[in-house]
């Protein structure tokens, strides 16, 4: 069964300053993972999805994913934060319905907070 | 295109009665989703459905039924609404299975039952 941790739950930040989102995952077979991202009062938004190609992964607005499956990580980052990235974001781990169908499996979230 | 829409944004519920959470998304997109999310958890997949007239349970399908007439359209019910369903509520679509497959999410419905 696939499950997904996210270390922290809540990470604040200067502006300007590098941001480190930690994730963990557990999966029985080469998962895909996903980070998305939610503002406040908004849905969801993909900013990266790993499937097995690259394992350093490139999203929008800077941030960027790499998968290590020595240490079953994909540890979000992006060099230097913006106000507007201010959000909660989640980790997310691609299993499998019965029947065969996409399921995805949530981690609880980490908030970050940016400040001035 | 719109994406995946939602309606209402809000509600509030007296404990005992009933509404149906509308879903629309204009991508023609086979499978579709309905997640709660409570306050510091992710994401729980209440049902989905991967085409018209079919519809199955996810994790936490109790106190909710849903429908899938058409391929635009996945509402939510709930019958006896209880502060327990107290959430927000999010409706997600795709275009076919497999796990490489990107879901997209409507803005959400907030629901408060009292």
């Known amino acids: 069964a696939q499950s997904v941790t996210q270390l922290d739950s809540h990470v604040s930040v200067s502006e300007g300053t590098p941001v480190l989102l930690r994730c963990n995952y557990s999966s029985s077979y080469s998962p895909s993972l996903f980070w998305y991202v939610q503002h406040p009062n908004k849905g969801l938004q993909l900013l990266l999805k790993y499937t097995s190609a690259a394992t350093l992964v490139k999203g929008i607005n800077g941030f960027e994913a790499e998968f290590k499956k020595s240490e079953t990580s994909f540890h979000l980052t992006k060099p230097s934060a913006h106000m507007s990235d201010a959000a909660e974001y989640f980790c997310?781990?691609?299993?499998?319905?019965?029947?065969?169908?996409?399921?995805?499996?949530f981690g609880a979230g980490t908030r970050l907070a940016v400040h001035p | 295109n719109a994406g995946v829409t939602q309606t209402p944004k809000f509600r509030i519920l007296k404990i005992g009665q009933s509404m149906t959470l509308q879903c629309t998304q204009d991508m023609n997109h086979n499978y579709m989703y309905w997640y709660r999310q409570d306050p510091g958890m992710g994401l729980k997949l209440i049902y989905y459905s991967v085409g018209a007239g079919i519809t199955d349970k996810g994790e936490v399908p109790n106190g909710y039924n849903v429908s899938r007439s058409t391929t635009e359209d996945f509402p939510l019910r709930l019958e006896l609404a209880a502060p327990s369903q107290t959430s927000v509520y999010f409706c997600?679509?795709?275009?076919?299975?497999?796990?490489?497959?990107?879901?997209?999410f409507g803005p959400g419905t907030r629901l408060t039952v009292l």
């Open positions: 997600a679509s795709s275009r076919i299975a497999g796990e490489t497959n990107e879901q997209f």
């Open positions: 997310v781990v691609s299993g499998v319905l019965s029947g065969g169908y996409n399921k995805l499996i």
